[in-house]
């Protein structure tokens, strides 16, 4: 197949720092190349993905306001019309589609990594009828869908010849790796390391607006030795901690529509601790990859019981369902599917 990925046009393909969504499209990228299909990119000038045939660039560096939008739709409907692809796989705006979907029998499978909008879709399938489908990060993030037969739960991938375990180093600590906020739990993992006596590295930025949080229930306890804050942290820091860690704290409070960074924890083989929300039930299989808690109270119990889960079936299970061949596979058997 010719394949034309695009990707939203504030982050290069791969992100020179961070950029989820842009890591997935350069990954996708690489196993659509390695699996003998022709891969063309859409996306920021920036960009530098070494599997694309050829590299265009948005011409608008913003995905929202009417401006920017008409730009960088005219831009994929030229960019279309001149490589003539079998499919696009979109990760951008889904208003970038129309004048393709108006005009062309082009097959588009739009992913969703975030919530869905059940208006856009709904609007996007009466103009693009059977041309147009779509695939979410997780289930549960088609659960306010009232229709959800043109969609497909496909989950993220994790780089698992880099997350890689190493039982030759002592596991020390609980981890929490994300951003310092409410949602995120990180009171909730000082509470559980303080109540089981067991050291916590909390890793991760705090963004514009959290800093009252931080201040007033994080930055308390920096002086128990229990808890160290190391702050944001690369992929190689990443590594580091996760390796040396014996279990992952995930104790969110909203609906988050994947958390790659649980799957990135069970390729170092570290079982998984999360509150049942969001897609903690999708990613971690209790009692085999992890605990799936209701509270605080749970949680906390749980991490006694963190010597019960084999960390060589965790590694495994991400392996089989968390790899980018895996992924990829799935993505690909979807695009051939939906082909005109």
């Known amino acids: ?7 939203d046009p504030e982050i290069p393909v791969p992100p020179k720092l961070y950029g989820g969504i842009e890591r997935l499209v350069d990954g996708l990228a690489h196993e659509y190349k390695k699996q003998g299909h022709l891969v063309y990119l859409l996306a920021h000038p920036e960009s530098t993905c070494t599997a694309a045939e050829e590299i265009f660039h948005f011409p608008a560096l913003y995905s929202r306001g009417y401006k920017n939008v008409a730009k960088n739709a005219i831009k994929l409907y030229k960019v279309a019309k001149k490589i003539k692809p079998d499919v696009v796989h979109s990760f951008s705006r889904l208003l970038y589609t129309y004048p393709l979907l108006l005009t062309s029998n082009l097959s588009f499978l739009q992913t969703y990594g975030r919530l ?16 147009i489908n779509f695939t979410s990060a997780a289930e549960h993030m088609l659960t306010h869908l009232k229709n959800t ?23 020390d600590y609980l981890m929490f790796l994300g951003r310092i906020e409410d949602i995120k739990g990180t009171k909730e993992c000082i509470e559980t ?7 916590l590295i909390i890793a991760g930025n705090i963004q514009p607006g959290h800093d009252e949080y931080f201040n007033t229930y994080i930055k308390p306890y920096l002086e128990n030795p229990l808890i160290e804050y190391v702050g944001p ?19 969110i409070k909203w609906e988050e529509p994947f958390g790659i960074v649980m799957a990135e924890a069970m390729a170092c083989g570290l079982p998984v601790i999360g509150f049942n929300r969001g897609s903690v039930p999708e990613v971690v299989t209790h009692a085999k990859t992890g605990f799936i808690v209701e509270n605080k109270k749970e949680m906390i119990d749980a991490v006694a019981n963190i010597g019960n889960i084999d960390r060589d079936e965790v590694r495994k299970d991400c392996v089989n369902r968390f790899s980018v061949e895996i992924i990829a596979g799935q993505y690909l058997e979807l695009l051939q599917r939906i082909r005109i």
Not at 150 to 161: A, L, Q
Not at 193 to 199: D, E, F, G, Q, S
Request: aromatic share 12%; proline share 6%.
């Open 193 to 199: 390391a303080l109540a089981t006596n067991t050291k």
């Open 1 to 7: 197949m010719k394949i034309l990925l695009t990707c």
């Open 233 to 251: 942290v690369n992929d190689e820091q990443k590594l580091y901690y996760l390796q040396r860690s014996k279990a992952f704290l995930f104790p």
């Open 149 to 171: 037969k043109k969609f497909t739960p496909v989950y993220n991938f994790v780089d698992t010849s880099y997350f890689v375990p190493n039982e030759n180093i002592e596991k």
């Open 116 to 131: 869905i909008s059940p208006h856009s879709t709904k609007l996007a399938s009466i103009i693009g009828g059977k041309k």
